[in-house]
């Protein structure tokens, strides 16, 4: 069994940046992929980006190309996020989830319980 927390959220103001921590327990991920999720209020969640972690292969939604990036340190059995240039709409609850097939945008098994982030104008 994996467990997940994640930490960093908080207030920001907007072109901002925040680093979100995905810290994992009960096993090693480090053959997993993991993805980062957010929903805001009255939304759909929806996917931020992942990483196959064997071999940090990343991926990312278009709305956050270029100004977040995941990345990860397989020693902490950790994986972050790194947003920047925040805008208002990137508020939301952020949540990481664990595929232990490896994949990204596969089935993920394991989900944290999300930390709250949000973006003033």
């Known amino acids: 069994q994996v467990q997940l927390v994640e930490s960093g959220g908080g207030l920001v103001r907007a072109g901002g940046s925040l680093r979100l921590s995905c810290a994992a327990s009960?096993?090693?991920?480090?053959?997993?992929?993991v993805g980062w999720f957010r929903q805001a209020p009255g939304r759909e969640r929806e996917f931020v980006g992942g990483?196959?972690?064997?071999?940090?292969?990343?991926s990312y939604a278009d709305s956050v190309k270029g100004r977040f990036t995941i990345s990860r340190d397989n020693g902490k059995n950790t994986v972050y996020l790194q947003m920047n240039s925040l805008k208002p709409e990137d508020t939301a609850v952020y949540y990481c989830?664990?595929?232990?097939?490896?994949?990204?945008?596969?089935?993920?098994?394991?989900w944290g319980q999300g930390t709250q982030v949000t973006v003033s104008s």
């Open positions: 009960g096993r090693s991920i480090v053959t997993y992929g």
């Open positions: 990483i196959r972690l064997i071999v940090g292969l990343t």
């Open positions: 989830a664990a595929d232990p097939s490896g994949a990204i945008g596969g089935t993920y098994n394991y």
